[in-house]
Nanobody, 121 residues
Framework: QVQLQESGPGLVKPSQTISLTCTVS??????????WSWIRQSPKMGLEWLGL???????EYNPSLKSRTSISRDVVKNRITLQLSSLTPEDAAVYYC?????????????WGQGTRVTVSS
């Protein structure tokens, strides 16, 4: 059973860059046809997809955030990293990593518990 665990600093200052990690256990991030997304949720914006990285290392991003977002992976440590730059208070949210497959593209079947990010000076 695959499990996802997000981690990262809970508090960052405006204009800084945040780095969040999703550690995957019980399965490999390189398993064919699996995709690993970062999604955030805030009261103002609801659920917002930031981007994903595929089992073979290709990444895609939400066009509205693409200029500030980078998703990478470490296949040895089996984890996915999100970097989001130029933070503003509007980036405050609970950040989740989640998995989906090519056969059920609209549905993320496995989620982490989320990590809360606050942006404040």
């Amino acid at each position: 059973q695959v499990q996802l665990q997000e981690s990262g600093p809970g508090l960052v200052k405006p204009s800084q860059t945040i780095s969040l990690t999703c550690t995957v256990s019980g399965g490999s991030i390189t398993t064919n046809n699996y995709y690993w997304s970062w999604i955030r949720q805030s009261p103002k914006m609801g659920l917002e997809w930031l981007g994903l990285i595929s089992w073979d290392g290709h990444s895609e991003y939400n066009p509205s955030l693409k200029s500030r977002t980078s998703i990478s992976r470490d296949v040895v440590k089996n984890r996915i990293t999100l970097q989001l730059s130029s933070l503003t208070p509007e980036d405050a949210a609970v950040y989740y990593c989640a998995r989906k497959t090519r056969w059920d593209w609209g549905h993320h079947d496995t989620w982490g518990q989320g990590t809360r990010v606050t942006v404040s000076s």
